[in-house]
């Protein structure tokens, strides 16, 4: 009868909550995600810094730890480190939920033991429940449809004058599209938060391009810094809520024009005219953005193609995993020889070309590619050392959309190329 009794208690007793342990200083992305996992049954507890996770992780005993990279205290690289040093916590899966543009202290976090990393803006609640799932299950992952940060790197030595080695024709990408058809029928929280996220955003850029003009107005460093780490905050709020929103095209662009306020911010050196005007040309893109999607995403599943035409390999290396994190696949060339093969074998979705290359001159080489069929209209971005008055108007004669003076900031080239090549999605997706 004793033994009865046992066997029905245990039978009877309630099976343990997974607990979810956030680690994360954005306040509004922790309760977006949080509300999504308590709704699954999941238990979320949270620290709002590095310092206070590896103080709390012992007393919460989490079943997986969900872990930004950059924050106040202590980074997420040391908090993965920590982690892994102990034993008592050595053996807790470890997702990176992280923002773009971080690719080496995401590296960083691999090598200290994170078992896999998702982009924040090509992330959903139910997406980053699904991961939960699969690495408390110990399943394999399916990384084909997501965008994985703690990805291996290519060696960069396969970059200099590597040919596409797909043929043309097999690199032909789907039609633009209205994606996520099936998703936008169902109802719930995920319709909910579009609706009102769209209902909202229009205030939010007005209050952003106001900020922005208050950046352009005032003259002390002090008072231009307080300006763009409220618009930086703001950008991050509408990136988090149009990620969770399920608005994932947009989310695509706002985590890449947060990357740059963040590099604006971080060091004031950078900031000058050209990548003032790039943030306020961003702020108005969002708005674009809106007004043309409603929300709504558009565009192929397949990255678009850009074809970086520059000698120097280490620049194309750090520029082609910053292009990865917004689903943007860089190839390079490194003379305009090279460059004129690539183009033959395949039609890419926008060009970036040094004004002097080693057997030839940018320009005349732009004038080249016009004369093409495949890339008569192919969009061209200028860049190089030597950028003068003259500079922009040669530019414009030879083809191109854009040009810039080195040294180049990444993020800005990235917020560039994405205007430019999301504009042609959308147009694309337009009725003719």
């Known amino acids: 009868m004793q033994t009865e009794e046992i066997i029905n208690s245990a039978t009877l007793e309630a099976p343990r909550t997974t607990k979810v342990f ?33 103080k709390t992780v012992k007393n919460v005993k989490p079943d997986v730890i969900i872990l930004d990279l950059l924050m106040p205290k202590l980074n997420g690289v040391d908090v993965v480190k920590y982690i892994r040093a102990h034993a008592d916590t050595a053996k807790i899966p470890i997702i990176i939920l992280s923002n773009a543009f971080m690719s080496d202290l995401v590296q960083r976090a691999a090598d200290a033991g994170a078992n896999i990393g998702l982009l924040k803006s090509s992330c ?15 399943d394999d992952f399916d990384t084909k449809h997501m965008s994985l940060l703690a990805a291996p790197l290519r060696d960069k030595r396969d970059t200099a004058n590597s040919l596409a080695t797909q043929p043309a024709a097999e690199m032909q990408k789907s039609a633009p599209t209205l994606l996520d058809e099936t998703e936008e029928r169902k109802p719930g929280m995920a319709t909910e938060m579009r609706h009102a996220f769209t209902f909202t955003e229009a205030r939010s850029v007005t209050e952003m391009r106001a900020l922005w003009q208050s950046v352009l107005l005032h003259d002390g460093a002090g008072a231009q810094k307080m300006a763009m780490t409220q618009i930086w905050t703001k950008l991050r709020g509408i990136s988090a809520s149009a990620t969770a929103a399920g608005c994932t095209f947009i989310a695509r662009f706002t985590s890449a024009l947060e990357a740059l306020l963040r590099d604006l911010n971080d060091e004031p050196n950078n900031v000058n005219y050209s990548r003032m005007l790039t943030v306020a040309e961003g702020i108005d893109f969002i708005k674009y953005l809106f007004d043309v999607t409603g929300g709504m995403n558009f565009g192929s599943p397949n990255p678009s193609t850009v074809l970086l035409i520059d000698p120097d390999i280490e620049f194309a290396f750090s520029m082609e995993r910053a292009f990865a994190n917004v689903n943007l696949r860089l190839v390079q060339a490194t003379d305009s020889g090279t460059g004129q093969l690539m183009l033959d074998r395949e039609a890419y979705d926008l060009i970036l070309l040094e004004t002097d290359l080693p057997d030839a001159s940018g320009y005349n080489f732009s004038l080249q590619i016009r004369g093409t069929t495949l890339h008569s209209k192919t969009p061209i971005m200028f860049f190089g050392a030597n950028v003068d008055a003259d500079s922009r108007p040669r530019a414009v004669l030879c083809g191109g959309k854009e040009i810039f003076a080195k040294p180049l900031l990444v993020s800005e080239v990235v917020v560039k190329a994405l205007m430019q090549v999301m504009r042609d999605e959308v147009e694309a997706s337009q009725p003719s």
């Not at 956030?22 to 310092?51: C, P, R």
């Open 22 to 54: 956030f680690v994360e200083d954005d306040k509004d992305i922790v309760d977006i995600y949080s509300q999504a996992l308590e709704q699954q049954g999941f238990a979320v507890e949270s620290a709002e810094d590095g310092l206070r996770a590896i």
């Open 124 to 138: 959903t609640p139910n997406k980053l429940i699904g991961v939960i799932n699969n690495v408390l299950a110990g």
